[in-house]
Every structure is written in structure tokens, then in C-alpha cells.
């Protein structure tokens, strides 16, 4: 290995690649570290890959790209332990030909890879099975990293950490922020096989078609978070995510709770006969804009999960996210290599980049979602099961006069909430996530 | 379908060291919740409450790091990562 690189990556995740990718079609010698077995192999999210960078970056990716299927159908469902209530959307504008909506359903251990290898074909180093520990700093300056190997000490003009949520150099760095159990959410996976005309049948899906569903409410025992089913070609993604601050105040551990949601009526019929393949965790940081950290210092650029960079509103978009941060961190670099100056003060470039583009216009419009979240628990916990009582009186059937079933639906209703309150924590609601 | 079985199916290359530590057990009897035993998917924390200890099955960890935030009023969990390679391995994820 040379003594020196121009960049050094560290993490193969989707972050990681976009930079790499980016920085080495430029001519930049760069090295990528992953400590997986290969790029991917530590990586899950719940399912859907948004692609407007991806498209940048590859054009015509969906010819190549091992992705599952292109979405176009979406479902957001509320859950109690015995009804349902749902809102769903289906578009044929997002079914006419490629990129369709820039939504596509994917496996992580499949999609990483391939990613990763395209940043190699471009000329990037990239090296699996190995852990960077740590940064070497000399004056104030990260110049450098420490791999967990023989002749680990590699030196670099820049190092950009795309090591994932836990971003042990960000710590080490002194970047990270507060990391709270408010702001990070566990996810527990099941990738589900069943044969592909059974999810054709079963979700009314034609071809390579997709959808993606999410449900709140009983579907995570009326936790902060909510669970969520992914169609892929021949599997299904069937999973729940939910703050660790409740988990731990309803004392539920996230495997039972995902096997309550699949246990659950609506979720059941629709996994029934599947064959669980693999199961999987991650950690979300959902904490949004207030806990985007600064993203630069001297030397060192923050992308991906490791500057906290997830879109946790009804769009759940991380990877587009990770995506983008690493096309703009590798731009300022190369303008730097340009100058010839790696100081904080020409690196804060990425930060002007992300600032300017949808990745913070997007976390701050949703800037009060986690806050939110903890503080109006009545909206997982409590207003599903009064929603979906009403909506069961509203269409049961008996021969009492209509009028006498609404008025008393109603009055059940205004024995939870008042008129007022439902009216300024609805417009409250709309304000957080609309 | 058991926790066990779920994690028969997940592919590992088990390292002969653990990567994760409880800094100081005595802390552990101070901890009310045991909150490391509630948040991890794959149930690697569990108190042993003949030998008042957290027992930790570093095998099965997926290398989240949820145990760490769980436990940050004690601070108490030591998290590296497993050596390159090692851990688990996603086949699909």
C-alpha cells in the first residue's frame, strides 16, 4: 500500500461508495476500508432505496443494480388489536418506464456490494476485513488513520468517516452530539421468503411492481415508531422500528415486538406460509436536523448515519441522504486538492453543499418530528384504538337508526378528547409532519 | 419461531474473543432496569441473578451499539468492533 493516499473512506456503505466513486472519476487516489467480509455485510435498513443520487451518479443504474422492485404503491396503515385503517396510494405515472418514482426496493447485502464495485471500476482502493480504530492527529489536524492490521497506520490528506451510526471517529473527533435514547431507533428485521406470484396475488402486484406499508399504532403496541412491510422479488422485508427510550419505557425487547406485529391479524395473512431467511438490527439515528453534528473539521468530513443524516418523517429516506452527502464531500475535496488546502475553513465547503441542498431543507422542514414524537405519546399510544373504535361504530351494522349510532360514536369520542384539544393537536400534527 | 432459531439462520464468523465489555460489574448491581437486557434484538445481555452479574453473549451480537445508548446512565458497556471479517455477515440485509 502506498504511504500516502489523497482520501481515505472508511465504511463501504452507501455513503462511503458515492464518495469514493465520485473522488476517484476525479483522479483522486483514494482507499476505502470496510470491516466487513465484504461491502454490505453489516448493513440492513427496512427496504426502500431512493435513487435521485444514485441516478446522478449512475445514470441508468436499474439496468445493472441488484434491486428488488420499483414502487408504486404506498400504504400507511393504523392498527389496533383488531381493526385497521388505512390510506393507501398507487400511481401510474409511477409505473411508466425507468427511474419510475426513484423508489425501488432493495437488500442491502445484495445493493452495497455492487455499489462498492463501481467505485473500484472508477479506481478506488477498496479494502474489506478491516476495522479503523482510530485517527491519527498530528497538530490539531486528522491526517491519517489506524487500521486494525499489520502497517495499519495509513496517512491521508482527508479521512471521511462513512462508518455508520455508532461513528466511533466522529466520537473520537469530537463531533458527535448528544446520542440519547430519544434519538436513535432500533430496527428488527425478518427477510421473508415466499414464491413471487404469491406477493404478486397477495399485495396486487404485476411484474417487477412494489409497495411499500407502514403501520402505526397497535402494530408496535403503541410505541414511538411503527412497523413496516417492503415487497421484494421473492422475499418480503418485515420489520419494526422504534425509539430505544420506548422500548425501554414499556419494557418490550425488539424481538417480541416484532414477533407481536407479525402475530397480529392484519400482518399475519399477509406473511402467511413465508419462510423467515434471515433476521436483522440495526440502529436508526432519528434525532433530524437538531442533531446533525458539525459535519467538518480540520481534515475530516462526516457522511451517511455518521452525521446523523436520516429523514425520519413519513419519508423514512436515509440511504438517499447518505448518498448525497457523499457526492457533496467528495466535490469539496476535490476543490480543496484543487487549492491544495485541507484546512476546516475550505472543508466547510461540504457543509455549505449539504446546507444548500434537500438533505437539510428536508431535516429541518421535519426539525420537530423527534420532539414531537416523545412528547404527544397519546398519538402512538392511545388516539389509534379511539380512531378505529369510531370508525367500527361508524360501519357496524344493527337496527338502530343511524343517526342515534353516529351521535353516540361521537359522544365516545369526546369522552377521550374534546372538540378543541382533537382540533389544536391535530393542527399541531399537520404543522410537525405536513 | 424462538430467538434461537432466528439466529441459527443468520450467518456468523465468531471471533475466539468477545469485542464487548462490561467496564465494571459492581455497576451493574447499582442498575435497576438492566436496560442492555431490554433494547437488543438479539438478546445478547441477560442478568444471571444466581450470580448477580450480566452475563454477555458477545456470539450472537449484530454490532448495532444499542447497548450503549441503553446503558448510558452507567456508561458501563465497552463496544469495539469484532476484527475485520468477523461478527455477523449479512447474507441479505
Known sequence: ?434 | MRLEDKLFLDKYRVDSESHLKIKNPEACLKCKEKQCTLVCPVGVYKWDSDEKKIIVGWENCIEMGACMVACNEFDNIDMIYPRGGYGISYKYG
Open chain 1, 1 to 434: 500500500m502506498s504511504d500516502k493516499f489523497d482520501v481515505i473512506i472508511v465504511g463501504a456503505g452507501p455513503a462511503g461508495s458515492a464518495a469514493a466513486l465520485t473522488l476517484a472519476r476525479a483522479g483522486l487516489s483514494v482507499v476505502v476500508f470496510e470491516r466487513g467480509a465484504f461491502p454490505g455485510a453489516k448493513n440492513m435498513f427496512g427496504g426502500v432505496l431512493y435513487t435521485p443520487i444514485l441516478n446522478k451518479l449512475i445514470p441508468k443504474f436499474w439496468e445493472e443494480a441488484p434491486i428488488e422492485r420499483h414502487i408504486v404503491k404506498r400504504r400507511f396503515s393504523l392498527l389496533s388489536s383488531k381493526s385497521e385503517a388505512a390510506f393507501e396510494f398507487r400511481c401510474e405515472d409511477y409505473n411508466e418506464k425507468p427511474p419510475f418514482n426513484q423508489s425501488f426496493s432493495a437488500l442491502r447485502a445484495r445493493f452495497d456490494p455492487w455499489f462498492s464495485k463501481k467505485a473500484e471500476e472508477a479506481g478506488a482502493m477498496v479494502i474489506p476485513e478491516t476495522v479503523v480504530d482510530d485517527l491519527i492527529v498530528k497538530n490539531g489536524r486528522v491526517c491519517g488513520v489506524k487500521a486494525r492490521r499489520e502497517g495499519g497506520e495509513v496517512l491521508a490528506d482527508v479521512v471521511i468517516a462513512a462508518d455508520g451510526v455508532n461513528s466511533f471517529l466522529a466520537k473520537k473527533a469530537g463531533l458527535r452530539k448528544d446520542f440519547s435514547r430519544a434519538v436513535l431507533a432500533v430496527a428488527a428485521k425478518e427477510v421473508i421468503s415466499l414464491p413471487r406470484e404469491v406477493i404478486e396475488d397477495r399485495f396486487s402486484l404485476e411484474g417487477q411492481e412494489g409497495m411499500a406499508m407502514e403501520f402505526f399504532g397497535d402494530s408496535v403496541a403503541g410505541m414511538v415508531g411503527g412497523g413496516f412491510i417492503y415487497t421484494n422479488q421473492e422475499t418480503l422485508s418485515v420489520g419494526i422500528a422504534c425509539s430505544i427510550k420506548s422500548f425501554i419505557d414499556k419494557k418490550v425487547a425488539p424481538n417480541d415486538l416484532l414477533d407481536r406485529f407479525k402475530a397480529h391479524p392484519s400482518i399475519k395473512r399477509l406473511i402467511k406460509k413465508g419462510e423467515t431467511l434471515e433476521y436483522s438490527g440495526h440502529m436508526i439515528p432519528e434525532g433530524g436536523f437538531e442533531r446533525v453534528p458539525q459535519v467538518y473539521t480540520d481534515g475530516l468530513l462526516l457522511v451517511g448515519d455518521a452525521a446523523h443524516l436520516v429523514n425520519a418523517s413519513f419519508y423514512h429516506e436515509g440511504t438517499n441522504l447518505a448518498m448525497a452527502s457523499g457526492l457533496y464531500a467528495a466535490e469539496a475535496i476535490i476543490e480543496a486538492k484543487e487549492k491544495d488546502d485541507f484546512s476546516a475553513q475550505t472543508l466547510k465547503r461540504y457543509q455549505k453543499k449539504l446546507n444548500n441542498s434537500f438533505v437539510m431543507k428536508d431535516l429541518k422542514k421535519y426539525r420537530a418530528v423527534e420532539k414531537w414524537s416523545h412528547e404527544n405519546l397519546k398519538f402512538f399510544e392511545e388516539y389509534p384504538g379511539i380512531a378505529l373504535e369510531m370508525l367500527k361504530d361508524y360501519f357496524s351494522i344493527s337496527e338502530v337508526p343511524k343517526e342515534t349510532i353516529q351521535k353516540e360514536a361521537y359522544r365516545k369520542v369526546r369522552t377521550h378528547i374534546s372538540p378543541i384539544q382533537a382540533f389544536l393537536e391535530l393542527n399541531k400534527f399537520r404543522k410537525t409532519f405536513f
